[in-house]
C-alpha cells in the first residue's frame, strides 16, 4: 500500500465514458463488487444494478442519468460517476466532466471506437480530463484487441500505450500479461481474485516483443524514461509506472487495458490502474473563479475557503438534493453559504455521502470531495456555493441548445398547474430541457436533445404521479441563413412624435459565413471610417442586429451564419441615441435579410446503424427514402455496419422501422451532426 502524507492525494474522482452498450455500467458494478462496497454483482438485464436505480433505466436498460457512487482501493477513495452513453443524454455527461479529475473511457473489443465514445471522448479533450481505456468485452465472438486499439488511434488521434495483452481469446478469454511487471493475472472462475504467475511460455515471445514496443512509445515522448532507454536500452517498472502516470496526466499519451467486466475479469488491474495513473485532486490545476470582476485561483486546500459547484440537482417530491464538488475549503453541516449566481445565502442542512440511491450522513466535506447537500433551495446546476465571506463565482456548465420540440398540455383543464410544476421540476434537474409558451399557438412547447430525451421526460412526469398529458408530434428546431447577400442596404430610423425624436442612419453589407466557419454562428464588423458612427453607437448597432437574428424571413427560426458588416451611416446632433442606433440595426437588418437569398437550415445527424447482412438492401433504401445520405459502410463481427447523414426530422419512429425491416435484429444511433440546407418542401413552421 502506498502511503501518503496530504489525504487529498488518496482521492480519485473519476467518470465512466462509453457509447451505450460498451459496458459501462458493468464495469462500474464489478468496481463496487470488487471493492467490497457490495457483495453481489449487480446486473444490467436483471434489473439489478446499483448506479441504474431509476425505474426507466432498468426498463430501458440504459444508463439515462449521472449515478455517483464511492469506494476504496488500495487505501485510495474512488469517488466514481457512471455517465450516460445515449447521445440524447450527452448533456449529463458535459456536467460531471465539468467536476471530475480523471475518467476511463470503455470501447467494446469488436466494435472499437463508436460514434458516441468518440463524441465524449471530445467532451473529455474539452475539459482537459486525463483517461484511461478499457477495452471490455474480450470474451466476445470477433473481439481484437489491437483492432479495438487501431481504432483508438485512427478516430480519437491519442497516442494509446497497451500496458496488457490478453490470455486467451473469445471465449477462452481467461486473464491478461502485465507488460509493466511482465507477470500473468488469471481469473479461473470470474469470481474469486486474480492467480499471479509467470507469463505463460507460449506468449512470452509476443510479451516481450510488446513489452519492447511499450518502452519505445514511452521513450519517444518521456524525457527521464528516454534517458533511461538510452543508457540502460530498457525501461525498470519504476520508472515506466512513473513516466505512465506523466503521460497520462498531460494527455500525452493514454494507457490502455483490457478485460470482461461480465466475466469479472480485468477489473482488479483496472483499479491498480485508477490508482497508479489518474490524477488526485492535489493533481489539477486550481480551480478559477471571478471575484469582483477580476480572475482568482483557489486551490484544493481544505484550509482555504469553501468553493464548490452545483453539477446536478434532484428536485423529488421527498426534497431537494444538490450534487456538489467540493473545490476548496471545508463545509459543514449547518453552515451558510453563498449562492454566487443568484445572490442569495442558503444553509446546508444535510452533507450526504452518495451511493446512488442511498446516502450516508457525513458531519463535513473537505477540498476534493463530491458530495450531496439538502437544504440549498435556489441552486441550478452550474451554480457556485462558496463562503460568504470571500464569494467566487466559478464558470457554469453550458446546456446545449435544444433540437426537438413537442407540444404538451395536460388532458383535463383542471391540471393545467400540476402539469407547469412538473415540467418546471423537469427543467430545473436537466437545464438541456426547455419549457416556454409558443407566442402564436399559446401551447405548451417542451424541447430537448432528442425523442428518447423527451419520451423519457413525459415518463418521469407519469411515473412521479403527474397529471395525464397529450403529447404532440415531435418538431425540429430549424434555422436560416443566406446563400446570396446584399451590400450598401441603407436603412434610416426617424421617428418624431413631439419632445425629444430618434434618428439613426445605417449601412450594411450582409453577407454568409465564408465555407471555414461553416452555417452556424453570427460576426458583425465595423468598416466606418471618420467617425462619421461614433463607437458607441457601433456597439448599439451590433445589439439591434443580434435583436433581429430571433426571427428569420422564411418562417421566424433564429438566424444564423450570417457576417454584417456596417460601412457608414450618420447621426444627428440632438436625436441621435444608444436606442436610435439599436432600433436601427435591429430594423434595418430585417428589411436586409428580405432582399437577401433566405435559406431554410435544417438539423441532421450522422446515423450508425448494425444489421444483418441480409437486410442490408433494404435498410439502405428506407435511409434513401428518408433523405440519408449514406457515408459508408464495412462489415465487422459477422453485421453490417452503415454510416449515413440524415435530417433529424425523418428520424422519428425509425426504432420501430428498423426493429420491423430486420426482425428485431437492427440496431442504431446517432450524434449530432449540425444543420444542413433544407428543401424547398420542407415545412418553415
Keep these: 500500500m502506498r502511503t501518503t502524507t496530504n489525504p487529498l492525494a488518496a482521492v480519485r474522482n473519476l467518470g465512466i465514458l ?64 457512471d455517465t450516460p452513453g445515449h447521445v440524447d443524454f450527452a448533456d ?119 513489452r519492447r514496443a511499450l518502452e519505445e512509445a514511452v521513450a519517444e515522448r518521456h524525457p527521464v524514461a528516454l534517458e533511461e532507454f538510452c543508457d540502460r536500452g530498457t525501461l525498470s517498472a519504476v520508472t515506466l509506472t512513473a513516466a505512465l502516470r506523466d503521460l497520462t496526466r498531460s494527455g500525452d499519451g493514454v494507457v490502455v487495458l483490457c478485460g470482461s467486466a461480465y466475466r469479472n475479469r480485468g477489473i482488479e488491474p483496472l483499479l491498480d490502474a485508477v490508482v497508479a495513473y489518474l490524477p488526485s485532486p492535489l493533481d489539477v490545476p486550481a480551480v478559477r473563479g471571478v471575484r469582483d470582476g477580476a480572475g482568482q485561483r483557489r486551490a484544493a486546500d481544505p484550509g482555504l ?25 471545508t463545509l459543514e453541516k449547518g453552515d451558510t453559504v453563498w449562492d454566487a449566481g443568484a445572490g442569495r445565502a442558503e444553509r446546508v442542512a444535510r452533507i450526504l455521502r452518495v451511493m446512488a440511491d442511498r446516502h450516508v450522513q457525513l458531519d463535513r466535506a473537505v477540498a476534493g470531495d463530491i458530495v450531496a447537500v439538502t437544504g440549498v433551495k435556489s441552486a441550478r446546476p452550474g451554480a457556485t456555493l462558496c463562503d460568504p465571506g470571500a464569494p467566487l463565482l466559478l464558470e457554469p456548465t453550458v446546456a446545449a441548445d435544444p433540437v426537438v420540440s413537442v407540444a404538451v398540455e395536460a388532458r383535463r383543464s383542471t391540471d393545467t398547474g400540476r402539469l407547469a410544476t412538473a415540467l418546471a421540476r423537469l427543467a430545473e434537474e436537466d437545464p438541456s430541457l426547455v419549457v416556454r409558451t409558443d407566442a402564436e399557438t399559446g401551447q405548451t412547447v417542451l424541447s430537448g436533445r432528442g425523442e428518447l430525451h423527451l419520451e423519457v421526460a413525459m415518463e418521469r412526469i407519469r411515473r412521479d404521479g403527474g397529471p395525464e398529458v397529450t403529447v404532440g408530434r415531435p418538431r425540429v428546431s430549424y434555422r436560416e441563413t443566406v446563400s446570396g447577400g446584399v451590400r450598401g442596404f441603407v436603412y434610416r430610423h426617424v421617428k418624431q412624435d413631439g419632445g425629444a425624436g430618434q434618428f439613426a442612419h445605417v449601412v450594411l453589407n450582409v453577407e454568409p459565413l465564408g465555407p471555414d466557419a461553416g452555417v452556424t454562428g453570427f460576426v458583425f464588423r465595423s468598416a466606418v471610417t471618420g467617425g462619421r458612427v461614433p463607437q458607441e453607437y457601433v456597439r448599439a448597432v451590433e445589439a439591434g442586429c443580434r435583436d433581429a437574428l430571433t426571427e428569420g424571413p ?86 453490417a455496419v452503415l454510416t449515413a447523414t440524415v435530417p433529424l426530422a425523418e428520424l422519428f419512429g425509425y426504432a420501430t422501422r428498423l426493429r420491423s425491416r430486420t426482425q428485431g435484429r437492427g440496431t442504431f444511433t446517432t450524434r449530432p451532426a449540425g444543420y444542413a440546407p433544407a428543401p424547398v418542401t420542407t415545412p418553415a413552421r
Design 92 to 210: 449529463e455527461v458535459e456536467r460531471s466532466l465539468r467536476v471530475l479529475d480523471g475518467a476511463v473511457a470503455v470501447f467494446d473489443a469488436v466494435a472499437g471506437v463508436e460514434p458516441q465514445s468518440e463524441s465524449v471522448w471530445r467532451q473529455a479533450d474539452r475539459h482537459g480530463v486525463p483517461r484511461i481505456a478499457f477495452v471490455n468485452k474480450l470474451d466476445r465472438a470477433g473481439a481484437d484487441l489491437d483492432r479495438a486499439v487501431g481504432s483508438i488511434r485512427e478516430r480519437l488521434h491519442p497516442a494509446p500505450l497497451v500496458v496488457q495483452l490478453p490470455v486467451g481469446a473469445e471465449g477462452g478469454f481467461t486473464g491478461v500479461v502485465d507488460l509493466v511487471r511482465m507477470r500473468s493475472l488469471v481469473w479461473d472462475d470470474g469470481e474469486g481474485p486474480a492467480v499471479e504467475g509467470a507469463v505463460p511460455e507460449a506468449l512470452r515471445e509476443e510479451a516481450v516483443r510488446r
Design 305 to 329: 475557503p469553501f468553493a464548490g459547484l452545483v453539477f446536478k440537482v434532484n428536485a423529488g417530491a421527498t426534497g431537494r438534493l444538490a450534487y456538489v464538488r467540493v473545490y476548496s475549503g
Design 554 to 639: 422564411l418562417g421566424g427560426h433564429p438566424v444564423t451564419g450570417l457576417c454584417v458588416t456596417l460601412t457608414d451611416g450618420s447621426t444627428h446632433v440632438k436625436d441621435s441615441s444608444d436606442t436610435a442606433f439599436r432600433t436601427a440595426g435591429r430594423l434595418g437588418l430585417r428589411e436586409a435579410l428580405r432582399a437577401c437569398t433566405a435559406v431554410l437550415l435544417e438539423p441532421v445527424a450522422e446515423v450508425t446503424v448494425t444489421v444483418p447482412e441480409d437486410a442490408v438492401g433494404g435498410v439502405l433504401g428506407d435511409l434513401a427514402a428518408r433523405r440519408g445520405r449514406v457515408g459508408g459502410s464495412q462489415v465487422r463481427g459477422g453485421a
Design 18 to 81: 462509453a457509447h451505450v452498450d460498451a459496458g459501462k455500467t458493468t464495469v462500474t458494478e464489478r468496481i463496487l463488487f470488487a471493492t467490497g462496497t457490495t457483495h453481489k454483482r449487480g446486473e444490467v438485464h436483471d434489473g439489478t444494478t446499483v448506479t441504474d436505480f431509476d425505474p426507466q433505466e432498468r426498463d430501458r436498460g440504459i444508463t439515462i442519468f449521472a449515478a455517483a457512487v464511492s469506494c476504496a482501493w488500495d487505501g485510495h477513495r474512488i469517488n466514481l460517476i
